[in-house]
């Protein structure tokens, strides 16, 4: 159920010039998308194809049984359009050759923005090492439909991939950087955790620096849907604790007052909670978890709304409401943080 959710969600598309996204689609129904040989082989054309169309740069690939996985660069913001180019081609190839109808892949692909400058290394790695962690062969350099065999000198680049860029991080001459790549991708089997757990809102994958950048000038202040996993938070980038620490800091009281149970004479608290659901993507669960339960989730959703209703009367809240918020978006305080 969560692997369909995740597919089916409606994905953020942050498009720009020489923007790096790490892409991955999934069988309809975890269905393979592959067959046999001519699948793979016809995908891996459509790749090519692509490349010339879109002129995106191929980093890397990894073809399983029922999805895969992209690494590449658009010099152009067409992302997209080469991904609807990609999957809908393929699509109309396999449906044809295999006599069926309907949606080959599960929802929209996923396409997370990367900092290549600080994760190009690692999702490369993270990539390869997946017919491994699928226990299909024990050598990635073995696998047919990926890219490591390319990046391990065993067989020729084809034009649309570069491997070069990263194979010059590993060395000087071109036997050395393949020697020196392949053992930094052994040495990632006994590592237990993912670079892609440190993906900021479903949709970025960088440093701090990074990712303030991004949303500063894509996402802040734009129109993004709800629908967008995390929408909030990459509209406003904001979390429990920093709303918690600039409430707490203009009423000058502590998260023990915070956490009180009566609300009605705890003006802090009913701020913190409007606040928190206006500028955050948090359960109610979460929200009342973060105030150590003391007020329950069911009662959070009756708060805010009577906070709203209030709110249109109450001149004095309103004036605390603005001040705290002009607070929590001055761009002189440092509050955006990639983890919660």
């Excluded at 592959?34 to 082989?41: A, H, I, S």
């Excluded at 996923?110 to 299909?136: C, F, Q």
């Excluded at 053992?183 to 237990?192: E, K, N, Q, T």
Aim: aromatic residues 12%; positive net charge.
């Amino acid at each position: 159920m969560a692997g369909r959710n995740f597919f089916m969600a409606r994905p953020l598309r942050i498009e720009y010039e020489n923007a790096c996204y790490h892409i991955t689609a999934r069988g309809n129904e975890r269905k393979n998308i592959y067959t046999d040989r001519k699948d793979y082989e016809k995908f891996l054309h459509y790749i090519g194809l692509v490349h010339k169309r879109y002129r995106i740069i191929v980093y890397s690939y990894v073809l399983m049984d029922n999805h895969y996985h992209l690494l590449i660069e658009t010099p152009e913001p067409n992302l997209s359009r080469m991904m609807r180019d990609l999957n809908g081609h393929y699509t109309i190839y396999f449906n044809k050759r295999h006599k069926r109808y309907g949606h080959l892949f599960q929802g929209r692909y996923k396409a997370i923005l990367v900092d290549i400058d600080n994760y190009l290394l690692e999702l490369s790695r993270y990539i390869h090492l997946n017919p491994v962690r699928a226990g299909i062969l024990p050598k990635p350099e073995d696998y047919r439909y990926s890219s490591m065999p390319y990046y391990a000198g065993k067989k020729t680049s084809p034009e649309w991939l570069n491997v070069k860029i990263v194979l010059e991080q590993f060395g000087n001459t071109l036997q050395e950087q393949q020697a020196a790549y392949k053992g930094f991708v052994y040495a990632g089997v006994s590592v237990s955790t993912s670079p892609l757990e440190d993906t900021y809102a479903n949709s970025i994958l960088g440093s701090e620096g990074f990712i303030e950048k991004i949303t500063s000038k894509f996402l802040r202040e734009k129109d993004i849907s709800d629908q967008v996993p995390e929408s909030k938070k990459l509209r406003y980038g904001k979390n429990l604790e920093e709303i918690a620490m600039v409430v707490m800091n203009y009423y000058d009281i502590d998260k023990r007052t915070l956490n009180k149970r009566k609300v009605k004479s705890n003006k802090g608290k009913k701020v913190f909670v409007y606040l928190a659901r206006k500028y955050t993507d948090n359960k109610l669960s979460s929200i009342s978890g973060f105030l150590d339960n003391s007020v329950t989730p069911t009662a959070i959703s009756k708060l805010v709304s009577r906070t709203e209703v209030e709110l249109v009367k109450n001149r004095d809240m309103r004036k605390d409401i603005e001040k705290i918020e002009k607070l929590l978006f001055d761009k002189g305080i440092n509050i955006y943080h990639v983890k919660t």
